[in-house]
């Protein structure tokens, strides 16, 4: 498994980050490689809620795996090539009063050997990129266009 993160500071509260994540389906609203977003299931947010995502011509499912209100979320990317076992992306929020670290974490796997490896390597850095953009995106939102 090969592990990539990011990290920005948010100068806002951890509430009004995690407010903007729990909006599970509005990815789009902030994230720049994200053309549209819309949820899927009938859950709204927590364990389970399922999102359909336009990035390019790639159309993917995520799917909450993990929700700790105000800390951490996670969710398994659907959608991608075969040779790769699994995805995940993993937001965790360090409250610092009026600001917010934001680390994003993706795990990709794509098998043990060595070949496998190289793939999960080389998509990892695509996701790393991915994800500086998102956090870009939504520290510009919460702080550029939000009181």
């Known amino acids: 498994m090969v592990e990539v993160s990011d990290v920005v500071i948010i100068d806002r509260p951890s509430h009004t980050v995690w407010a903007e994540l729990a909006r599970f389906g509005a990815i789009s609203r902030w994230a720049p490689p994200v053309d549209h977003s819309?949820?899927?299931?009938?859950?709204?947010?927590?364990?389970?809620?399922?999102?359909?995502?336009?990035?390019?011509?790639?159309?993917?499912?995520?799917?909450i795996v993990a929700w700790e209100p105000g800390r951490h979320l996670a969710y398994n990317i659907e959608g991608l090539p075969p040779v790769l076992r699994s995805v995940t992306n993993h937001w965790f929020l360090d409250d610092q009063g009026n600001r917010t670290l934001v680390t994003i974490t993706s795990?990709?796997?794509?098998?043990?050997?060595?070949?496998?490896?190289?793939?999960?390597?080389?998509?990892?850095?695509?996701?790393?990129?991915?994800?500086r953009e998102m956090l870009r995106g939504l520290k510009h939102y919460l702080e550029e266009t939000s009181p």
């Open 38 to 63: 819309c949820l899927v299931s009938s859950s709204l947010a927590g364990v389970g809620a399922v999102r359909r995502v336009q990035v390019g011509r790639n159309a993917l499912l995520e799917r």
């Open 107 to 131: 795990a990709v796997d794509a098998g043990p050997r060595p070949p496998q490896q190289l793939i999960a390597r080389g998509f990892g850095k695509i996701l790393g990129k991915g994800s």
